[in-house]
Protein backbone atom coordinates (compact mmCIF):
# COMPACT_ATOMS: atom_id res chain seq x y z
CA UNK A 1 0.00 0.00 0.00
CA UNK A 2 1.08 3.59 0.53
CA UNK A 3 4.57 2.54 1.36
CA UNK A 4 4.31 0.72 -1.69
CA UNK A 5 4.54 0.37 -0.34
CA UNK A 6 3.08 2.72 1.14
CA UNK A 7 3.88 6.56 0.50
CA UNK A 8 5.71 7.05 -2.62
CA UNK A 9 9.00 8.53 -1.61
CA UNK A 10 9.24 12.34 -1.88
CA UNK A 11 9.31 13.50 -5.73
CA UNK A 12 12.90 14.90 -4.46
CA UNK A 13 14.04 11.47 -3.72
CA UNK A 14 12.69 9.83 -6.91
CA UNK A 15 15.85 8.71 -9.36
CA UNK A 16 18.17 9.92 -6.33
CA UNK A 17 21.77 8.33 -7.13
CA UNK A 18 23.76 6.70 -3.83
CA UNK A 19 27.10 7.88 -3.38
CA UNK A 20 29.02 6.84 -0.13
CA UNK A 21 32.01 8.55 1.26
CA UNK A 22 33.89 4.92 1.32
CA UNK A 23 33.55 5.38 -2.63
CA UNK A 24 37.17 4.67 -3.60
CA UNK A 25 39.12 2.19 -5.82
CA UNK A 26 37.45 -1.03 -7.34
CA UNK A 27 34.66 -1.32 -10.00
CA UNK A 28 32.25 1.62 -9.93
CA UNK A 29 28.51 1.04 -9.04
CA UNK A 30 25.79 3.54 -10.46
CA UNK A 31 22.62 2.73 -8.63
CA UNK A 32 19.14 4.98 -8.92
CA UNK A 33 16.26 4.47 -7.10
CA UNK A 34 12.38 5.38 -7.84
CA UNK A 35 8.98 4.51 -6.26
CA UNK A 36 8.18 3.79 -2.49
CA UNK A 37 10.02 3.61 0.74
CA UNK A 38 10.69 0.18 0.52
CA UNK A 39 12.55 0.79 -3.07
CA UNK A 40 14.89 2.85 -1.13
CA UNK A 41 15.51 0.55 1.39
CA UNK A 42 16.16 -2.00 -0.82
CA UNK A 43 18.78 -0.19 -2.35
CA UNK A 44 20.53 -0.08 0.74
CA UNK A 45 20.60 -3.56 1.14
CA UNK A 46 21.72 -3.40 -2.42
CA UNK A 47 24.79 -1.26 -1.70
CA UNK A 48 25.26 -2.97 1.16
CA UNK A 49 26.08 -6.46 -1.41
CA UNK A 50 27.79 -4.35 -3.72
CA UNK A 51 30.25 -2.74 -1.34
CA UNK A 52 31.06 -5.83 -0.11
CA UNK A 53 32.20 -7.16 -3.44
CA UNK A 54 34.08 -4.47 -3.32
CA UNK A 55 32.59 -1.76 -5.86
CA UNK A 56 32.66 1.93 -5.25
CA UNK A 57 29.84 3.48 -5.59
CA UNK A 58 30.03 6.95 -7.90
CA UNK A 59 27.18 9.98 -8.37
CA UNK A 60 28.06 9.72 -11.96
CA UNK A 61 26.45 7.17 -14.27
CA UNK A 62 29.08 8.10 -16.93
CA UNK A 63 31.92 6.80 -15.05
CA UNK A 64 30.21 4.02 -13.98
CA UNK A 65 30.42 -0.15 -15.08
CA UNK A 66 27.98 -0.99 -13.76
CA UNK A 67 24.36 0.62 -13.88
CA UNK A 68 21.42 -0.34 -11.55
CA UNK A 69 17.79 0.76 -11.83
CA UNK A 70 15.75 0.51 -8.70
CA UNK A 71 12.25 0.57 -10.69
CA UNK A 72 8.09 0.75 -9.62
CA UNK A 73 5.83 -0.45 -11.31
CA UNK A 74 2.70 0.90 -9.21
CA UNK A 75 0.92 3.16 -11.84
CA UNK A 76 2.25 3.20 -16.16
CA UNK A 77 3.89 6.57 -15.93
CA UNK A 78 6.18 5.54 -12.69
CA UNK A 79 7.19 2.57 -15.71
CA UNK A 80 7.27 5.19 -18.16
CA UNK A 81 9.66 7.35 -16.51
CA UNK A 82 11.85 4.33 -16.24
CA UNK A 83 12.02 3.35 -19.47
CA UNK A 84 13.16 6.98 -20.49
CA UNK A 85 16.08 6.72 -17.94
CA UNK A 86 17.17 3.43 -19.44
CA UNK A 87 17.16 4.59 -22.64
CA UNK A 88 19.44 7.68 -21.99
CA UNK A 89 21.74 4.98 -20.56
CA UNK A 90 21.78 3.06 -23.59
CA UNK A 91 23.05 5.97 -25.07
CA UNK A 92 25.99 6.38 -22.80
CA UNK A 93 26.29 2.96 -23.41
CA UNK A 94 27.24 3.12 -27.05
CA UNK A 95 30.53 5.09 -25.62
CA UNK A 96 31.42 2.90 -23.25
CA UNK A 97 30.28 -0.58 -24.38
CA UNK A 98 31.83 -2.45 -21.18
CA UNK A 99 28.78 -0.62 -18.76
CA UNK A 100 26.55 -3.23 -17.29
CA UNK A 101 22.76 -1.93 -17.45
CA UNK A 102 20.70 -3.80 -15.09
CA UNK A 103 17.30 -3.07 -13.46
CA UNK A 104 16.27 -4.33 -10.03
CA UNK A 105 12.40 -4.65 -8.30
CA UNK A 106 9.14 -4.29 -9.66
CA UNK A 107 9.46 -4.10 -12.86
CA UNK A 108 12.38 -6.39 -13.17
CA UNK A 109 9.73 -8.57 -11.50
CA UNK A 110 6.94 -8.23 -13.81
CA UNK A 111 8.65 -7.09 -17.22
CA UNK A 112 11.34 -9.70 -16.74
CA UNK A 113 12.74 -11.00 -20.01
CA UNK A 114 11.08 -8.48 -22.66
CA UNK A 115 13.26 -6.03 -21.23
CA UNK A 116 16.46 -7.65 -21.42
CA UNK A 117 15.02 -9.31 -24.75
CA UNK A 118 12.55 -7.54 -26.95
CA UNK A 119 13.61 -4.24 -25.97
CA UNK A 120 17.01 -4.39 -25.68
CA UNK A 121 17.05 -1.86 -23.22
CA UNK A 122 18.96 -4.16 -20.45
CA UNK A 123 21.91 -6.50 -19.69
CA UNK A 124 20.91 -8.05 -15.89
CA UNK A 125 17.71 -8.08 -14.36
CA UNK A 126 17.44 -8.71 -10.56
CA UNK A 127 13.77 -9.00 -8.70
CA UNK A 128 12.80 -7.79 -5.15
CA UNK A 129 13.95 -11.37 -3.80
CA UNK A 130 17.41 -12.27 -5.74
CA UNK A 131 19.83 -9.22 -4.41
CA UNK A 132 22.27 -11.77 -3.09
CA UNK A 133 22.73 -13.36 -6.58
CA UNK A 134 23.93 -9.85 -7.89
CA UNK A 135 27.49 -10.18 -8.32
CA UNK A 136 27.43 -13.52 -9.95
CA UNK A 137 24.55 -12.05 -12.34
CA UNK A 138 27.13 -9.30 -12.67
CA UNK A 139 29.71 -11.48 -13.50
CA UNK A 140 27.66 -13.56 -16.30
CA UNK A 141 26.92 -10.71 -17.93
CA UNK A 142 30.52 -9.63 -17.84
CA UNK A 143 31.29 -13.31 -19.49
CA UNK A 144 29.29 -12.01 -22.46
CA UNK A 145 25.69 -13.44 -21.72
CA UNK A 146 22.40 -11.82 -20.40
CA UNK A 147 21.75 -12.49 -16.87
CA UNK A 148 18.23 -12.47 -14.82
CA UNK A 149 16.90 -14.10 -11.59
CA UNK A 150 13.55 -12.83 -11.16
CA UNK A 151 12.87 -15.96 -8.60
CA UNK A 152 10.57 -14.85 -5.97
CA UNK A 153 10.97 -15.97 -2.49
CA UNK A 154 9.18 -17.22 0.28
CA UNK A 155 11.81 -16.54 3.32
CA UNK A 156 13.86 -13.98 2.22
CA UNK A 157 13.95 -10.94 4.52
CA UNK A 158 17.61 -9.59 3.89
CA UNK A 159 17.54 -9.71 7.96
CA UNK A 160 21.61 -10.53 8.41
CA UNK A 161 22.31 -7.54 5.67
CA UNK A 162 23.06 -4.74 7.20
CA UNK A 163 22.14 -2.06 5.12
CA UNK A 164 24.39 0.97 3.64
CA UNK A 165 22.62 3.97 4.62
CA UNK A 166 22.20 6.16 1.57
CA UNK A 167 19.94 8.91 3.25
CA UNK A 168 22.83 12.01 3.97
CA UNK A 169 21.19 13.38 6.55
CA UNK A 170 21.64 10.37 9.47
CA UNK A 171 19.06 11.41 10.78
CA UNK A 172 16.07 9.24 9.94
CA UNK A 173 16.24 5.61 8.54
CA UNK A 174 13.69 3.21 7.25
CA UNK A 175 13.81 -0.61 8.84
CA UNK A 176 12.03 -3.31 6.64
CA UNK A 177 10.16 -5.70 8.81
CA UNK A 178 8.02 -7.60 6.18
CA UNK A 179 8.36 -8.34 2.63
CA UNK A 180 5.63 -8.87 0.20
CA UNK A 181 2.08 -8.85 0.36
CA UNK A 182 -0.98 -11.23 0.31
CA UNK A 183 -3.43 -9.11 0.36
CA UNK A 184 -4.39 -8.70 -3.66
CA UNK A 185 -6.40 -5.51 -3.47
CA UNK A 186 -7.56 -5.59 -6.84
CA UNK A 187 -5.75 -2.93 -8.61
CA UNK A 188 -2.59 -3.46 -7.44
CA UNK A 189 0.17 -5.19 -8.80
CA UNK A 190 2.37 -5.63 -5.28
CA UNK A 191 1.57 -8.75 -4.88
CA UNK A 192 2.53 -10.57 -8.04
CA UNK A 193 5.76 -8.05 -8.13
CA UNK A 194 7.22 -8.40 -4.47
CA UNK A 195 5.24 -11.66 -4.10
CA UNK A 196 4.07 -13.65 -0.57
CA UNK A 197 4.50 -11.52 2.67
CA UNK A 198 6.52 -12.81 5.14
CA UNK A 199 8.30 -11.11 8.95
CA UNK A 200 11.62 -10.63 9.75
CA UNK A 201 13.06 -12.00 12.74
CA UNK A 202 12.21 -9.55 15.46
CA UNK A 203 15.53 -9.22 17.24
CA UNK A 204 17.35 -8.48 13.82
CA UNK A 205 14.94 -5.83 13.47
CA UNK A 206 15.79 -3.92 17.24
CA UNK A 207 19.42 -4.69 16.81
CA UNK A 208 19.09 -2.79 13.67
CA UNK A 209 17.48 0.07 15.22
CA UNK A 210 19.83 -0.07 18.31
CA UNK A 211 22.70 -0.07 15.95
CA UNK A 212 21.14 3.29 13.98
CA UNK A 213 20.65 5.08 17.10
CA UNK A 214 24.39 4.66 18.35
CA UNK A 215 25.14 5.81 14.81
CA UNK A 216 23.07 8.92 16.00
CA UNK A 217 19.92 8.36 13.67
CA UNK A 218 17.16 9.65 15.78
CA UNK A 219 14.11 8.35 13.71
CA UNK A 220 13.25 4.93 12.20
CA UNK A 221 10.65 4.14 9.99
CA UNK A 222 9.28 0.53 10.18
CA UNK A 223 8.46 -0.74 6.31
CA UNK A 224 6.19 -3.14 5.23
CA UNK A 225 3.52 -3.39 2.58
CA UNK A 226 0.89 -4.38 5.97
CA UNK A 227 2.69 -4.04 9.00
CA UNK A 228 -0.52 -4.91 11.37
CA UNK A 229 0.13 -8.20 9.51
CA UNK A 230 3.83 -8.71 10.81
CA UNK A 231 3.90 -11.88 12.95
CA UNK A 232 6.83 -13.65 13.99
CA UNK A 233 7.46 -17.16 16.20
CA UNK A 234 10.21 -19.46 17.19
CA UNK A 235 9.66 -21.32 13.54
CA UNK A 236 8.94 -18.40 11.01
CA UNK A 237 10.13 -19.42 8.14
CA UNK A 238 8.49 -17.43 5.77
CA UNK A 239 4.75 -18.65 5.33
CA UNK A 240 5.38 -21.67 7.76
CA UNK A 241 4.57 -20.33 11.12
CA UNK A 242 3.66 -22.87 14.31
CA UNK A 243 0.93 -21.46 16.36
CA UNK A 244 1.75 -23.30 19.52
CA UNK A 245 4.56 -21.28 19.99
CA UNK A 246 4.80 -17.66 21.59
CA UNK A 247 4.61 -15.18 18.38
CA UNK A 248 5.19 -11.55 18.35
CA UNK A 249 2.76 -9.17 16.90
CA UNK A 250 2.87 -5.61 15.49
CA UNK A 251 1.83 -3.95 19.08
CA UNK A 252 4.65 -6.16 20.47
CA UNK A 253 7.51 -5.57 17.85
CA UNK A 254 6.22 -1.82 18.28
CA UNK A 255 7.02 -2.25 22.02
CA UNK A 256 10.04 -4.05 21.43
CA UNK A 257 11.08 -1.30 19.35
CA UNK A 258 10.64 1.75 21.27
CA UNK A 259 12.47 0.11 24.22
CA UNK A 260 15.85 0.66 22.24
CA UNK A 261 16.21 4.48 23.49
CA UNK A 262 13.61 6.85 24.66
CA UNK A 263 14.90 9.44 22.11
CA UNK A 264 14.55 7.11 19.31
CA UNK A 265 11.08 7.74 17.42
CA UNK A 266 9.52 5.63 16.02
CA UNK A 267 7.33 5.51 13.06
CA UNK A 268 5.35 3.29 10.65
CA UNK A 269 3.96 2.22 7.13
CA UNK A 270 1.71 1.24 6.21
CA UNK A 271 -1.07 0.03 8.48
CA UNK A 272 -3.84 -1.86 6.94
CA UNK A 273 -7.74 -0.45 8.04
CA UNK A 274 -9.08 -4.55 7.36
CA UNK A 275 -6.05 -5.43 10.01
CA UNK A 276 -5.15 -2.32 12.70
CA UNK A 277 -6.23 -3.54 16.07
CA UNK A 278 -6.55 -1.41 18.85
CA UNK A 279 -2.93 -2.93 20.45
CA UNK A 280 -1.15 -0.81 18.24
CA UNK A 281 -3.13 1.91 18.81
CA UNK A 282 -2.42 1.74 22.97
CA UNK A 283 1.35 0.99 22.23
CA UNK A 284 1.06 4.15 19.90
CA UNK A 285 -0.78 5.37 23.34
CA UNK A 286 1.25 4.45 25.87
CA UNK A 287 5.16 5.52 24.36
CA UNK A 288 5.78 8.89 23.68
CA UNK A 289 8.98 7.86 21.40
CA UNK A 290 6.14 6.03 19.10
CA UNK A 291 4.92 8.63 17.38
CA UNK A 292 1.50 9.63 17.17
CA UNK A 293 0.97 9.93 13.21
CA UNK A 294 -0.90 7.21 11.35
CA UNK A 295 -0.57 6.58 7.79
CA UNK A 296 -4.12 4.62 6.79
CA UNK A 297 -4.97 4.04 2.83
CA UNK A 298 -8.84 4.69 2.46
CA UNK A 299 -8.58 4.24 -1.33
CA UNK A 300 -12.53 4.87 -1.91
CA UNK A 301 -15.07 6.35 0.81
CA UNK A 302 -17.70 3.87 -0.87
CA UNK A 303 -18.34 0.37 0.42
CA UNK A 304 -19.22 -1.14 -3.31
CA UNK A 305 -15.81 0.08 -4.78
CA UNK A 306 -14.06 -0.81 -1.37
CA UNK A 307 -15.25 -4.49 -2.39
CA UNK A 308 -14.35 -4.09 -5.67
CA UNK A 309 -11.09 -3.10 -4.82
CA UNK A 310 -11.07 -6.30 -2.55
CA UNK A 311 -9.85 -3.78 0.45
CA UNK A 312 -11.30 -6.18 2.77
CA UNK A 313 -13.68 -3.31 4.47
CA UNK A 314 -16.35 -1.02 4.35
CA UNK A 315 -16.64 2.62 4.64
CA UNK A 316 -18.10 1.37 8.23
CA UNK A 317 -15.54 -0.05 9.22
CA UNK A 318 -12.93 2.44 8.49
CA UNK A 319 -14.80 4.72 10.13
CA UNK A 320 -14.80 2.90 13.10
CA UNK A 321 -10.92 2.46 12.81
CA UNK A 322 -10.70 6.70 13.17
CA UNK A 323 -13.00 6.63 15.92
CA UNK A 324 -10.59 4.05 17.72
CA UNK A 325 -7.56 6.36 17.02
CA UNK A 326 -9.09 9.55 17.71
CA UNK A 327 -10.50 7.88 21.02
CA UNK A 328 -7.60 6.38 21.70
CA UNK A 329 -4.70 9.01 20.69
CA UNK A 330 -6.59 12.14 20.94
CA UNK A 331 -3.83 14.04 19.31
CA UNK A 332 -2.98 11.67 16.24
CA UNK A 333 -2.16 12.80 12.99
CA UNK A 334 -3.63 10.89 10.35
CA UNK A 335 -2.88 10.21 6.37
CA UNK A 336 -4.12 7.87 3.91
CA UNK A 337 -3.94 7.34 -0.06
CA UNK A 338 -6.81 7.81 -2.88
CA UNK A 339 -7.87 6.91 -5.57
CA UNK A 340 -10.03 8.44 -7.89
CA UNK A 341 -11.92 6.97 -11.07
CA UNK A 342 -11.52 3.15 -10.56
CA UNK A 343 -13.71 0.96 -12.59
CA UNK A 344 -17.29 1.69 -13.23
CA UNK A 345 -17.04 4.46 -10.32
CA UNK A 346 -20.33 7.02 -10.41
CA UNK A 347 -20.51 10.24 -9.33
CA UNK A 348 -22.18 9.75 -6.37
CA UNK A 349 -19.20 7.09 -5.53
CA UNK A 350 -17.04 9.51 -6.05
CA UNK A 351 -18.70 12.40 -3.75
CA UNK A 352 -18.70 9.52 -1.08
CA UNK A 353 -14.97 10.04 -1.27
CA UNK A 354 -15.09 13.65 -0.45
CA UNK A 355 -17.77 13.30 2.42
CA UNK A 356 -15.48 10.69 4.31
CA UNK A 357 -12.54 13.15 3.86
CA UNK A 358 -14.56 15.84 5.12
CA UNK A 359 -15.29 13.55 8.06
CA UNK A 360 -12.05 12.06 8.57
CA UNK A 361 -10.45 15.88 7.87
CA UNK A 362 -6.71 14.02 6.86
CA UNK A 363 -3.36 15.73 7.62
CA UNK A 364 -2.79 14.86 4.31
CA UNK A 365 -2.68 12.60 1.58
CA UNK A 366 -1.59 10.68 -1.17
CA UNK A 367 -3.63 11.46 -3.63
CA UNK A 368 -3.39 9.13 -7.50
CA UNK A 369 -5.75 8.70 -10.82
CA UNK A 370 -6.41 4.58 -11.09
CA UNK A 371 -4.26 3.69 -13.25
CA UNK A 372 -4.97 -0.43 -14.86
CA UNK A 373 -1.64 -3.13 -14.30
CA UNK A 374 -1.20 -5.91 -16.03
CA UNK A 375 -2.75 -9.68 -14.75
CA UNK A 376 -4.20 -7.72 -12.00
CA UNK A 377 -7.64 -9.03 -10.58
CA UNK A 378 -9.13 -5.49 -11.47
CA UNK A 379 -7.62 -5.59 -15.21
CA UNK A 380 -9.52 -9.34 -15.55
CA UNK A 381 -12.54 -8.43 -14.09
CA UNK A 382 -14.23 -5.11 -14.40
CA UNK A 383 -13.49 -2.61 -17.25
CA UNK A 384 -11.47 0.68 -16.65
CA UNK A 385 -14.27 3.12 -18.13
CA UNK A 386 -13.91 6.04 -16.95
CA UNK A 387 -12.29 8.51 -19.08
CA UNK A 388 -8.70 10.04 -18.09
CA UNK A 389 -10.45 13.63 -18.42
CA UNK A 390 -13.05 12.40 -15.68
CA UNK A 391 -10.68 11.07 -13.43
CA UNK A 392 -8.20 13.88 -13.67
CA UNK A 393 -11.51 15.99 -12.56
CA UNK A 394 -11.85 13.85 -9.99
CA UNK A 395 -8.61 13.59 -8.78
CA UNK A 396 -8.66 17.59 -9.00
CA UNK A 397 -11.95 17.81 -6.51
CA UNK A 398 -10.10 15.27 -4.08
CA UNK A 399 -6.61 17.19 -4.28
CA UNK A 400 -8.87 20.71 -3.67
CA UNK A 401 -10.62 19.39 -0.50
CA UNK A 402 -7.37 18.18 1.10
CA UNK A 403 -5.65 21.41 0.55
CA UNK A 404 -8.29 23.13 2.43
CA UNK A 405 -8.08 20.46 5.39
CA UNK A 406 -4.39 20.67 5.62
CA UNK A 407 -4.58 24.38 5.77
CA UNK A 408 -7.21 24.19 8.32
CA UNK A 409 -4.99 21.75 10.56
CA UNK A 410 -1.95 23.55 9.67
CA UNK A 411 -3.42 26.71 10.80
CA UNK A 412 -4.71 25.18 14.57
CA UNK A 413 -1.57 24.62 15.51
CA UNK A 414 -0.13 28.59 15.19
CA UNK A 415 0.71 29.50 18.46
CA UNK A 416 1.33 26.66 19.86
CA UNK A 417 4.74 25.09 21.12
CA UNK A 418 6.13 21.54 19.37
CA UNK A 419 8.92 19.37 19.59
CA UNK A 420 10.60 18.71 16.64
CA UNK A 421 13.43 16.12 15.54
CA UNK A 422 15.72 18.34 13.35
CA UNK A 423 16.46 16.51 10.13
CA UNK A 424 17.97 18.68 7.84
CA UNK A 425 18.40 22.15 6.04
CA UNK A 426 16.00 24.00 4.60
CA UNK A 427 15.87 23.74 0.41
CA UNK A 428 15.48 27.39 0.42
CA UNK A 429 18.40 28.53 2.62
CA UNK A 430 21.06 27.22 4.52
CA UNK A 431 20.56 29.75 7.49
CA UNK A 432 16.99 27.65 7.98
CA UNK A 433 16.36 23.68 9.05
CA UNK A 434 13.50 21.40 8.47
CA UNK A 435 12.05 19.08 11.34
CA UNK A 436 8.93 17.50 11.86
CA UNK A 437 6.68 16.92 14.56
CA UNK A 438 5.40 13.94 16.41
CA UNK A 439 2.34 14.39 14.32
CA UNK A 440 4.90 14.48 10.98
CA UNK A 441 3.92 18.35 10.39
CA UNK A 442 7.24 19.82 8.45
CA UNK A 443 8.77 22.71 10.22
CA UNK A 444 10.80 25.12 8.84
CA UNK A 445 12.58 27.71 11.45
CA UNK A 446 16.00 29.54 11.60
CA UNK A 447 18.47 27.74 12.37
CA UNK A 448 19.93 29.48 15.88
CA UNK A 449 22.36 27.09 17.76
CA UNK A 450 20.45 24.17 16.37
CA UNK A 451 22.22 21.33 15.08
CA UNK A 452 20.79 18.40 12.38
CA UNK A 453 19.30 15.62 14.83
CA UNK A 454 18.50 17.83 17.61
CA UNK A 455 15.21 17.59 19.31
CA UNK A 456 13.47 21.64 19.75
CA UNK A 457 11.21 23.17 20.99
CA UNK A 458 9.85 25.41 18.13
CA UNK A 459 6.99 27.64 18.62
CA UNK A 460 4.49 27.54 15.17
CA UNK A 461 4.40 31.20 14.00
CA UNK A 462 3.00 30.65 10.24
CA UNK A 463 1.94 28.07 7.97
CA UNK A 464 0.83 27.11 4.24
CA UNK A 465 -0.66 24.01 2.62
CA UNK A 466 2.72 22.09 3.08
CA UNK A 467 4.34 22.87 5.98
CA UNK A 468 4.12 25.18 9.30
CA UNK A 469 6.98 28.01 10.09
CA UNK A 470 8.01 28.79 13.16
CA UNK A 471 10.67 29.81 15.81
CA UNK A 472 12.82 28.14 18.42
CA UNK A 473 11.92 28.89 21.68
N1 LIG B 1 -3.55 2.94 -9.72
C1 LIG B 1 -3.53 4.04 -8.95
N2 LIG B 1 -3.05 4.05 -7.69
C2 LIG B 1 -2.59 2.88 -7.20
N3 LIG B 1 -2.07 2.57 -6.00
C3 LIG B 1 -1.74 1.27 -5.99
N4 LIG B 1 -2.05 0.71 -7.18
C4 LIG B 1 -2.59 1.70 -7.95
C5 LIG B 1 -3.11 1.76 -9.26
N5 LIG B 1 -3.16 0.67 -10.03
C6 LIG B 1 -1.96 3.53 -4.92
C7 LIG B 1 -2.79 3.11 -3.71
C8 LIG B 1 -1.75 2.62 -2.76
C9 LIG B 1 -0.59 3.54 -3.12
C10 LIG B 1 0.74 3.10 -2.70
O1 LIG B 1 -0.63 3.60 -4.50
O2 LIG B 1 -3.46 4.23 -3.20
O3 LIG B 1 -2.13 2.74 -1.40
FE1 LIG C 1 -1.11 -2.46 -0.35
FE2 LIG C 1 -3.26 -3.82 -1.19
FE3 LIG C 1 -1.16 -3.45 -2.84
FE4 LIG C 1 -0.93 -5.10 -0.71
S1 LIG C 1 -2.28 -5.39 -2.49
S2 LIG C 1 0.54 -3.57 -1.41
S3 LIG C 1 -2.26 -4.01 0.79
S4 LIG C 1 -2.50 -1.81 -1.97
Known amino acids: MGIVLDKDMDEARQGEAISMDSSKGGKKLYLES ?3 AMNFSDSEVVA ?15 EADVVLINTCSIR ?22 GMVIGILGCMAERLKKNLLEEEKLVDLVAGPDSYRDLPGLISEVEGGQKAV ?20 N ?36 VQECAAL ?15 DSYRWNMTSKGDIKDETKPTTNFAELLVMVAGVHPELRIRFST ?11 YAIANHKNICNYIHLPVQSGNSDI ?8 TREWYMNRIDAIKRIIPDCGISTDIISGFCGETIEEHQDTLSIMREVEYDSAYMYKYSERPKTLAERKYEDNIPEDEKQRRLEEIIELQHGHSLKIHKAQIGQIQEVLVEKESRRSSEQLMGRTDKNHKVIFDRKDAKIGDYVMVKITDCNKASLRGEIV
Not at 76 to 97: D, S, V
Not at 213 to 227: C, M, P
Not at 271 to 281: A, F, I, R
Open 34 to 36: YGC
Open 48 to 62: SIMTNQGFSTTQDSE
Open 76 to 97: ENAEQRIRNRLTQFNKAKRQRP
Open 149 to 168: NVLLSRDETYADINPVRLDK
Open 170 to 205: GVTGFVSITRGCDNMCSFCVVPFTRGRERSRDPHTI
Open 213 to 227: FNAGYREVTLLGQNV
Open 271 to 281: SHPKDMTDDVL
Open 306 to 313: LKKMNRGY
